[in-house]
């Protein structure tokens, strides 16, 4: 009998996607031993994005997070993702390394890696980094439609990869626009490119199709998958745990995976969901219209704010409309971070102005250039590559370095006397005040692993330190805990 394996995404991509990074610490910490024991593997943990997310707006301590919880993990491997670019900026390469290093000295020993092109050249010095750092590299091999984007391209790309060295390969779905129809001639041709090397799905349900995917490239004989615990599974997040494994088994395929200790891990995560009032992953209806402009679904509610802003929210769906055409002239790009949001943005200027590349971004200005990727330069459309780069902002950019900092430039920029590497990176990614000001916050906030939001409550009250006594009334119901001396 086939046996299907599985990856967990719950603390990585399915809070990305849901909660934005949201998750706390203390939702972590007491349900890590029951995710390790669930047969996993390798569970996702943590990426770059994530540590402003933690020093800003939550005011915890990543690296504390991670010594947390990595302890708690004996069975499982545990992966970060890590790309070639890690938002919307361009870093120095001996960021990403010592990211990578300081991941590994704290127990990760995976990295998934993503570049916006799937260029070869640009994984080649990634997957240099990641075996410097003692890590397994594996490649997120993107997955787009567009003309260009064929099943020999992507075998191609499977060859390239190969061709470096690397742990694993994970077709990675991140708009959620794979359908069954092209799993069925894709995983194939993916799987026989890799002649034998593990090749991941990763998928998410943004248009409702993620589970029926994942079965079709099960059959297709690709029977490793990626999936998250409700409540951080479907919507635009990965699929369930229990949905492709319950189908799985009526294919009559064994699944590793026991989900006895997921069903309690799932009931606390939805105790937090509704504690904090973050929301609970549901499929949505299907949108063919995901497959023309290609936005992901979170990146469509940032667009109607921007339209918003200036009285123009009703405008979206011509906003869309140019986003197609924007990525047709762009070349086609992977509608992936931070491709999508350069074309989004300026599909988003044209319809606000009325006039086409008028006005546009630094980032398009970039994209142009190929500071973005070389692709980008090579495949956009020449008309409107002269009237984006005809204009005296380009020379600008054009004249500005490329940041080449060294690890010990680094080090004097935001380090100092006593200050580790770990903080090197909260500092750069955020500011030195930033992280004074999370170190100064005080203990993480605390979830019972029984999801009990009155014991919850009353656990974060008893740390209250300017007040003696703290009251609390409702129909029936009253609370009242004071502090005592002696």
């Not at 090397?197 to 349900?205: N, R």
């Not at 904090?276 to 990146?299: C, N, S």
Request: charged residues 25%.
């Amino acid at each position: 009998m086939t046996q299907v394996r599985f990856v967990d995404t719950t603390l990585r991509d399915g809070q990305q996607s849901l909660w934005a990074y949201g998750m706390r610490t203390g939702m972590m910490v007491p349900v890590a031993e029951q995710m390790d024991a669930a047969g996993f593997e390798a569970i996702e943990l943590g990426g770059p994005v994530e540590l402003p997310k933690c020093v800003r707006e939550l005011r915890e301590d990543p690296w504390e997070r991670y010594r947390l919880i990595i302890p708690k993990f004996r069975k499982t491997p545990l992966r970060l993702i890590h790309g070639t670019r890690s938002g919307f900026a361009i870093y120095p390469h001996a960021l990403h390394q010592l990211y990578d290093t300081c991941m590994a000295n704290a127990g990760v020993t995976e990295v998934r890696m993503s570049d916006s092109w799937n260029d070869p050249a640009d994984w080649a010095w990634r997957v240099q980094q990641a075996k410097n750092a003692g890590l397994k590299p594996i490649i997120n091999l993107i997955y787009t439609v567009s003309p260009r984007h064929t099943d020999e391209h992507y075998a191609q790309k499977i060859r390239d990869a190969i061709a470096l060295g690397i742990y694993r390969i994970i077709l990675k779905d991140p708009g959620g626009i794979l359908t069954p129809e092209r799993t069925k001639t894709l995983a194939p041709a993916v799987l026989a490119a890799a002649g034998g090397t593990t090749v991941e799905l990763h998928t998410h349900c943004t248009t409702g199709l993620g589970t029926l995917c994942c079965l079709e490239a099960i059959k297709a004989g690709m029977t490793n998958v990626n999936t998250a615990i409700p409540p951080l599974a479907d919507g635009s997040s990965n699929p369930s745990i229990f949905n492709v494994a319950m189908n799985a088994r009526a294919l009559g395929y064994r699944t590793l995976i026991d989900e006895a200790p997921l069903r309690a891990v799932a009931k606390h995560f939805t105790a937090c969901a509704k504690q904090d009032g973050l929301p609970i992953g549901k499929t949505p209806e299907y949108d063919y219209a995901q497959y023309v402009h290609q936005i992901p679904g979170g990146m469509i509610s940032n667009l109607r704010h921007q339209l918003s802003r200036v009285g123009m929210e009703n405008k979206i769906d011509e906003t869309l409309e140019e986003a197609a055409q924007v990525r047709a002239e762009f070349g086609y790009p992977i509608m992936v971070t931070p491709l999508s949001q350069f074309v989004g943005s300026q599909a988003a200027i044209n319809v606000i102005v009325g006039a086409r590349y008028k006005e546009v971004t630094d980032q398009t200005i970039e994209y142009a250039m190929g500071i973005w990727g070389k692709e980008g330069a090579v495949y956009m459309d020449a008309n409107v590559k002269d009237k984006i780069l005809n204009r005296p902002r380009a020379k600008e950019i054009a004249e500005r370095p490329h940041p080449t900092d060294s690890l010990q430039d680094l080090r004097r920029k935001y380090g100092g006397h006593g200050v580790s590497d770990e903080e090197v990176l909260l500092r750069f990614f955020t500011s030195k005040e930033d992280v004074d000001r999370m170190h100064a916050a005080g203990p993480w906030r605390s979830y019972s692993a029984n999801g009990n939001p009155l014991l919850n409550l009353v656990a974060e009250l008893s740390k209250q330190t300017d007040r003696s006594s703290i009251f609390i009334q409702r129909p029936n119901f009253s609370v009242r805990l004071e502090k005592r001396l002696g």
